[in-house]
C-alpha cells in the first residue's frame, strides 16, 4: 500500500470549473512535490515545497495552484483549465536533505480529464 | 546540466527470463542518486531501487539489481527470473545536490521503457 494518498482518483471537469487534487502522506517528509503525466511520457514536474514553502514552481500556469496547508498535506487547485491539461497528476514526497540520496515516494495519482 | 537517458523504447522478454534495461546519464556534480521506477498501466509510480554516486556496490532490492558502472555513467537495472507482473513501464531518474549546495534536487527522469514479458 502506497503511503502517499491521493485524491480522487479520477476527475472529469468542464473548462470553466474549479476543483482541486489533494495529496497526504503519513512519511513525516518535508518535502512535498506535484509532477504532471501525460500518456506514455515521463513525469514532469510542476511545484516543489520544501518545510511548507514553495521552494520551485516550473513556470506553471496560474490556472494551477499549489497549496502546502501543513507537513502532511498538499493541495493543487484548478481553475479555468483547457483540454491539454488532461494527464496523470502525480503527488510525491521525500526526505528534504541531502536530495541525491532521497527517493520520491509517489501516490497513485489522478487522472484528469478537461471537457 | 543533468540528463537520463534510455534507448530502449521497448522490450521483450520471456518469463522466467532475465531482462537488462539500459540507462546512461550525464551530470558534473560528485554527488548524485540514481533511482528505477515502475509504472504499470494503472498508473502509480513505484519505487524499486537506488544507488549512490559513492556506494562502491552495486545495488540490490530482490530480484532488482542496478549495474553501476561510473566511469561510463550507467546504470544499467536487471530484473531476474521475471514474471507477468513485471509488464510495466519502467523509469530511470537521477537527483543531485547535498546540503549546502545550489542544486535543487530536482528528479530528472528518463523518457521510459515499456517491458512486456510473454507467457
Known amino acids: 500500500d502506497t503511503e502517499v494518498t491521493q485524491t480522487p482518483k479520477h476527475l472529469v471537469m468542464g473548462m470553466t470549473n474549479k476543483k482541486s487534487l489533494k495529496c497526504e502522506q503519513h512519511m513525516g517528509h518535508r518535502a512535498m512535490y506535484w509532477y504532471k503525466q501525460k500518456a506514455k511520457k515521463p513525469p514532469e514536474l510542476m511545484f516543489v515545497y520544501s518545510y511548507e514553502k514553495l521552494s520551485i514552481n516550473e513556470s506553471v500556469p496560474s490556472r494551477f495552484s499549489p497549496e502546502c496547508p501543513n507537513s502532511s498535506l498538499l493541495n493543487l487547485h484548478l481553475h479555468a483549465l483547457q483540454p491539454e491539461d488532461s494527464a496523470l497528476y502525480l503527488c510525491a514526497s521525500s526526505s528534504s536533505e541531502p536530495f541525491y540520496n532521497s527517493p520520491l515516494h509517489f501516490g497513485n495519482g489522478t487522472r484528469l480529464t478537461v471537457t | 546540466a543533468q540528463k537520463i537517458t534510455q534507448t530502449q523504447p521497448g522490450m521483450f522478454v520471456q518469463e522466467k527470463e532475465a531482462v537488462t534495461l539500459d540507462c546512461t546519464y550525464d551530470?558534473?556534480?560528485?554527488?548524485?542518486?540514481l533511482f528505477w521506477y515502475k509504472q504499470p498501466s494503472s498508473g502509480e509510480m513505484i519505487f524499486l531501487i537506488y544507488q549512490g554516486s559513492y556506494d562502491e556496490q552495486n545495488a540490490t532490492e530482490g530480484r532488482y539489481s542496478l549495474n553501476f558502472q561510473k566511469a561510463r555513467k550507467s546504470a544499467n537495472l536487471v530484473i531476474s527470473a521475471s514474471q507477468l507482473g513485471d509488464s510495466a513501464m519502467y523509469f530511470c531518474?537521477?537527483?543531485?545536490?547535498?546540503?549546502?549546495?545550489?542544486?535543487?534536487?530536482?528528479?530528472?527522469f528518463g523518457q521510459g521503457t515499456t517491458l512486456q514479458v510473454k507467457p
Open positions: 551530470t558534473s556534480d560528485q554527488s548524485y542518486g
Open positions: 531518474a537521477m537527483r543531485e545536490g547535498m546540503i549546502g549546495s545550489s542544486n535543487t534536487g530536482k528528479l530528472i
